[in-house]
C-alpha cells in the first residue's frame, strides 16, 4: 500500500499486480506515505466500460469531471476532453470518503493519481476532518505560519517569491494551503499542488498565528478585521466540495472557527519583503497587547 499524506490526511492506494512500480513527480515525493489521518483507501482497478455505476449528477465542473450521488455514496467520471472526448478515469467512493475505487485504462502508472482526480480526493476527505484547503501562498517565520490570499492576481505568487528568497522564512506554498485544527490549535501544512513558484515543501505543519488578505497597493500595512468580515472574506477563497451538503457545512463552520481565533488582517502592499515582514509582525504585536481601555 502506498500513498499521499497532506494536510496530515492520507489518500492510500493499493496498487494492480503485475504494474510498473508506483512513483511520484518532484513536488510530490515529500508527502509519500500513509501516516495520517482521516485516511481513505483506494483500491485500484481496471477501467471498464460498466464503471462508474449510474447515479444523478450533482455537479458538473464543465471542465472535464462531473460527480454523481448513488444510493451508496459517489460516483465520479473524469473525461479526456477535445473533439471526441473519452473516459479517462472513474471513482466510485463510500458516503463518508474512507474507502473508494479508483478505475483507471492500462497505462495510467506510474503516476496515475493526477490533476484532478487528487486535490478531489483530498478536499472530500479534509472538508470532513475541520480542514481548509485556501487558495493562498503560505510561508513559516520563527517557526509559525502565516498565510496570504486574495483572488487571482492580488500578489499570491509574488509574496511566496519574495519572501522566500531569505534563509529565514520557509515556503509552505504559493497556491494552496491546507489549515487545520491539531490539538486544539490551528496549524498550516504546505502542499505540492503548486501556482508559479514550483518549489518542493515541507509536509510539516506549522501553528498559524496570522491570515492576511492581500491587495496591490501604495503602501503595506496590515489592518486588523473583525471576526466575522474575515470569515466572510476566508469562505471565497477556499476549495469547495459543492456536491456534498456535510462537507460544505463543515467548510463554513471550519472558516468561522478559524477566523475567531487567529488573528486576521487587510494587506495592501508594495512588493518589497522588508516592507511586507515588518507589517505583519506589527500587526501581531498590536494584537498581543491588551487594550489599555478596557
Not at 463510500?94 to 484532478?116: H, I, K, N
Not at 504546505?190 to 509536509?203: E, F, K, Q
Not at 469547495?240 to 486576521?264: K, M, N
Request: charged residues 20%; proline residues 9%.
Amino acid at each position: 500500500m502506498r500513498g499521499l499524506t497532506i494536510g496530515g490526511a492520507t489518500v492510500a492506494l493499493s496498487s494492480l499486480r503485475g504494474r510498473r512500480p508506483w512513483a511520484v513527480d518532484r513536488l510530490h515525493r515529500a508527502f509519500v506515505g500513509t501516516g495520517g489521518a482521516p485516511r481513505l483507501d483506494v483500491a485500484v482497478r481496471p477501467l471498464a466500460p460498466a464503471v462508474p455505476p449510474s447515479g444523478d449528477v450533482v455537479f458538473d465542473s464543465g471542465t472535464g469531471w462531473d460527480v454523481a450521488r448513488t444510493r451508496d455514496g459517489w460516483s465520479c467520471r473524469f473525461w479526456h476532453t477535445g473533439a471526441r472526448p473519452r473516459l479517462a478515469q472513474a471513482l466510485v467512493a463510500d458516503r463518508r470518503w474512507r474507502r473508494a475505487t479508483l478505475y483507471v485504462p492500462a497505462g495510467d502508472e506510474p503516476f496515475f493519481l493526477a490533476y484532478p482526480v487528487e486535490p478531489f480526493l483530498f478536499l472530500n476527505l479534509l472538508t470532513r476532518s475541520a480542514a481548509l484547503v485556501v487558495h493562498a501562498a503560505g510561508v513559516v517565520r520563527d517557526g509559525r505560519a502565516w498565510l496570504f490570499t486574495g483572488p487571482h492576481g492580488a500578489g499570491k505568487s509574488t509574496i511566496a517569491t519574495l519572501l522566500g528568497r531569505d534563509p529565514a522564512t520557509a515556503l509552505l506554498s504559493d497556491d494552496r494551503v491546507v489549515v487545520r485544527r491539531l490539538r486544539g490549535r490551528w496549524h498550516a501544512w504546505g502542499t505540492p499542488w503548486s501556482g508559479t513558484v514550483r518549489r518542493a515543501t515541507s509536509p510539516a505543519p506549522a501553528p498559524l498565528a496570522a491570515v492576511c488578505f492581500i491587495r496591490h497597493g501604495v503602501t503595506t500595512r496590515a489592518a486588523p478585521l473583525a471576526p466575522g468580515a474575515a470569515a466572510t472574506r476566508l469562505v471565497p477563497r477556499c476549495l469547495h466540495p459543492f456536491w456534498d451538503r456535510a462537507g460544505l457545512a463543515g467548510l463554513l463552520a471550519s472558516a468561522e472557527h478559524l477566523a475567531a481565533a487567529v488573528p486576521c488582517f487587510e494587506l495592501p502592499f508594495v512588493p518589497r519583503a522588508e516592507a511586507i515582514v515588518g507589517a505583519v509582525e506589527a500587526a501581531l504585536g498590536a494584537a498581543r497587547r491588551p487594550d489599555p481601555g478596557r
